[in-house]
Nanobody, 126 residues
Framework: QVQLVESGGGLVQAGGSLRLSCAASGGTFSRNTMGWFRQAPGKEREFVAYIMWDGGITYYADTVKGRFTISRENAKNTVYLQMNSLKPEDTAVYYC???????????????????WGQGTQVTVSS
């Protein structure tokens, strides 16, 4: 069974940096789109970033553009999210996502992914 496991979450001060990792198992994701979503308490789950199979095509939510960088190592079935200049409003549970090659739906929507990790908590203090 496909499983996505996030790591790297924690507590960081505003202005600091954090790198999240997502390790995929149970399948090969070298040609699959992968990405990140986040959800704060009482708020809707929101798109953060995605990266396509070749690693060169990436898209970011306006709220994180210029501060976050998504990357991947296909040989390791791993995707990363480098988060710089963190703000308290970045506090949320961050979810790693992936989709099958033939899966339908917008890559900007939660409906566009059929594999989800359990999430990792990121807390940014002021």
């Amino acid at each position: 069974q496909v499983q996505l496991v996030e790591s790297g979450g924690g507590l960081v001060q505003a202005g600091g940096s954090l790198r999240l990792s997502c390790a995929a198992s149970g399948g090969t994701f070298s040609r699959n789109t992968m990405g990140w979503f986040r959800q704060a308490p009482g708020k809707e789950r929101e798109f953060v970033a995605y990266i396509m199979w070749d690693g060169g095509i990436t898209y970011y939510a306006d709220t994180v553009k210029g501060r976050f960088t998504i990357s991947r190592e296909n040989a390791k079935n791993t995707v990363y999210l480098q988060m710089n200049s963190l703000k308290p409003e970045d506090t949320a549970v961050y979810y790693c996502v992936a989709r099958d090659r033939d899966y339908t739906g917008s890559r900007y929507s939660a409906r566009g992914y059929n594999y989800w990790g359990q999430g990792t908590q990121v807390t940014v203090s002021s």
